[in-house]
């Protein structure tokens, strides 16, 4: 999810790997998104080229 979340992103979007560091809090899809009220990054990973392109074309129903 949080790739399809960044290969959206208008200047090519990243995904990052955090360490809350506040209880984390269900946001409005229970089990899918959380919110924290800080949160530590600790590594982030730009998606290359093709992984964009894949998902771009797979949300528009296109063939890869």
Do not use: Q
Not at 19 to 39: H, I, M, Q, S, Y
Not at 53 to 58: A, S
């Amino acid at each position: 999810m949080a790739e399809v979340v960044a290969a959206l992103h208008p200047d090519k979007g990243c995904v990052y790997r955090v360490l809350p560091e506040a209880p984390l809090e269900d946001a409005d899809n229970p089990g899918v998104f959380w919110l924290c009220t800080r949160a530590r990054v600790v590594s982030v990973h730009p998606l290359d080229d093709a992984t964009e392109l894949r998902i771009l074309k797979g949300l528009a129903g296109e063939a890869s």
